[in-house]
Nanobody
Framework: QVQLVESGGGLVQAGGSLRLSCAAS????????VSWYRQVQGNQREWIAA???????NYADSVKGRFAISADYAQNIRYLQMNSLKPEDTGVYYC?????????WGQGTQVTVSS
């Protein structure tokens, strides 16, 4: 089993930055990739970024140039660095790890960007 714990959300003013963390534990060998999603209340979960293990990162147009995926492999933590935040970035952010072909989700962390 794989457990993911997210942290790093909060309230920030427009133009500010946050770094979300997704800490993995359990049987985490053979991680295929990580994705980040955002969900606004009442809407479907929206894909915003992904990185295949050993490959390049891809970003939704809405966050390209502002968000970046990184990782501390020694600590088994994935990050989403979010810069130049906008009010429309507000939502609950989820990380998803693909481990040996299965999806594992974090619990979500709230990001609120005030104007």
């Amino acid at each position: 089993q794989v457990q993911l714990v997210e942290s790093g959300g909060g309230l920030v003013q427009a133009g500010g930055s946050l770094r979300l963390s997704c800490a993995a534990s359990g049987t985490t060998f053979n991680i295929n990739g990580v994705s980040w999603y955002r969900q606004v209340q009442g809407n479907q979960r929206e894909w915003i970024a992904a990185r295949v293990s050993g490959g390049a990162s891809n970003y939704a147009d809405s966050v390209k140039g502002r968000f970046a995926i990184s990782a501390d492999y020694a600590q088994n933590i994935r990050y989403l660095q979010m810069n130049s935040l906008k009010p429309e970035d507000t939502g609950v952010y989820y990380c998803k790890l693909i481990v040996r072909g299965r999806d594992y989700w974090g619990q979500g962390t709230q990001v609120t960007v005030s104007s």
